[in-house]
């Protein structure tokens, strides 16, 4: 069942190619965007049909497909419909408008079926391809400045992760004679390449995934990228600034317990840190969601350097629709007139107090209902620091305070359920690597020591250390002059170039 749903799903792909190809004709109305955009339904549909009907991992020649995979495509392609819907008037007018919607359909049906390959030289070709898209996508504004040299610091980038990943996949067949993935990660061939060679291939592999990811050192190229149109920001920081996680997960069986599993979580803490930090004193809204997300992937290699995969590749999943929500309906900040929901006065420091203790009551509560789950305490701390900091937003409120607290909670209950109830249907697709108690501790201990050092700075924002903080991390959360530009140049060039 599972080959003949692999077959019709790229029986849907070559649907789509070729109605993006038809696309560019420019006889080819306009109108004919909206049948295009319908057309990613029939991939979207096989995936679902084989998520549904994936019992176990199958092979097909240099495909293997299971649950998980099949998950991932899914999530993919029913991004991709929202973003491509989203553009049928966003876009509009645009010189480009055409050709935005045959590259996001290639970049989709590239990253959808990368996590269906089993041999390492498709996955780095596969792997390459929604790189080169979305550098594509950045460069289509070639009148802008900013624009152009936003692409090429991408390229730079790119070609640095898809490189890495290169040696890998030649230095994991080197040492253990296999192209296919599902052979040179068994037991057998892990056992035979020793450990320097596995230390050296995760180093690499660690390398690839941090650069896309926006990972510190490498994030300069995520914080300017707020740059290009607002629909490829939502497809970037939705798809391909997750795939990091999907890397490593795929891999995981050479990452464990390993020192590069290790070593991840320095950067990861880092970006932790100066992700939120920069989110807090960046007034730009495009680029608060940049700096979240550069926080956001923090936490998801934390995950993965405890061995928490599974728990990384469903955060990444829930955390790329939830910020292409944020960027599609990124119009909906504009300041508009204050409504009576909200108090005119300073928010109320009892409330303050009542919201942050409710937080850390239901994470202490959630954390001993099962104490001993692997990696529990994490995801305590995340939903116990999530219900706090909101309890603390909602204290502007005039009423209806603790109602919205409950059913706050409420929710994350029954995400953390959800998520349960997901990684037990995904059974044993991603197995949790060793991980120590210690580590997790340490790690949650790390994380609110930071949390409530920040509180504490914030409070006493008269401190010369205060001052410096807030000065640090304004010139870490601003682009470099090459990426912004003082008055819209361009636009006289285009209209020079339109009347001509």
């Not at 696309?23 to 991939?43: E, G, K, M, T």
């Not at 303050?352 to 959630?366: D, E, N, R, S, T």
């Amino acid at each position: 069942m599972n080959v003949a749903i692999l077959i019709a799903l790229f029986a849907g792909l070559a649907v789509t190619l070729i109605s993006a190809c038809f696309l560019l004709h420019p006889r080819v109305s306009d109108r004919y965007i909206r049948l295009h955009v319908l057309l990613l339904a029939l991939p979207a549909a096989a995936a679902f049909a084989g998520l549904i009907n994936a019992d176990q991992a199958q092979e097909m020649g240099i495909w293997r497909s299971d649950r998980l995979a099949w998950l991932i495509s899914l999530y993919v392609w029913l991004l991709g419909w929202t973003i491509q819907r989203f553009c049928i008037r966003y876009m509009h007018g645009d010189r480009s408008y055409r050709f935005y919607f045959s590259l996001l359909t290639l970049t989709a049906e590239a990253a959808s079926v990368t996590w269906l390959s089993d041999d390492l030289r498709l996955l780095v070709l596969l792997w390459g391809l929604p790189l080169f898209g979305l550098v594509q996508l950045a460069a289509l504004k070639k009148e802008w400045e900013p624009a152009r040299n936003v692409s090429r610091l991408m390229a730079k980038m790119f070609a640095a992760s898809w490189i890495s990943l290169l040696l890998a996949a030649v230095w994991l067949w080197q040492a253990t004679g296999h192209w296919r993935i599902s052979l040179a990660l068994s037991e057998e061939s892990l056992t035979r390449i020793g450990w320097e060679h596995a230390t050296g291939i995760s180093l690499l592999l660690v390398l690839a995934a941090i650069i896309p990811a926006g990972q510190w050192p490498f994030q300069r190229w995520l914080l300017e990228s707020s740059v290009i149109p607002t629909p490829v920001s939502a497809a970037m920081h939705a798809g391909l600034v997750n795939a990091g996680g999907m890397l490593l997960a795929k891999f995981s069986p050479l990452m464990d317990g390993g020192i590069p599993q290790t070593l991840l979580l320095f950067p990861a803490v880092v970006s932790v840190f100066v992700g939120t930090g920069i989110l807090l004193v960046q007034p730009d809204y495009k680029r608060q969601l940049v700096a979240s997300t550069m926080a956001q992937m923090g936490m998801m290699f934390i995950q993965c350097a405890l061995g928490a995969y599974l728990l990384a590749v469903l955060h990444l999943m829930f955390h790329g629709l939830f910020k292409a929500a944020l960027f599609l309906r990124s119009g909906s900040v504009v300041p508009r007139s204050q409504p009576a929901l909200f108090s005119s006065d300073s928010p109320s420091k009892m409330w303050l107090l009542y919201g942050m203790l409710g937080g850390i009551a239901f994470g202490v509560g959630f954390w001993l209902a099962t104490p001993h789950e692997p990696l529990r305490l994490l995801r305590a701390l995340l939903l116990g620091w999530s219900l706090a900091f909101a309890g603390w937003q909602m204290s502007v409120f005039h009423s209806g305070r603790w109602v919205g607290f409950l059913v706050l909670s409420g929710l994350g209950l029954s995400a953390m359920t959800f998520y349960d109830a997901l990684a037990a249907w995904l059974g044993g697709t991603l197995l949790a690597t060793g991980t120590s108690r210690g580590a997790e501790a340490g790690i949650v201990l790390l994380l609110t020591c930071g949390g409530i050092a920040g509180i504490c700075l914030s409070a006493r924002r008269s401190t010369d250390l205060w001052a410096k903080l807030y000065m640090r991390l304004i010139h870490l959360g601003e682009a470099c002059d090459r990426a912004v530009e003082s008055h819209p140049r361009y636009l006289e060039a285009y209209i020079r170039g339109e009347g001509k």
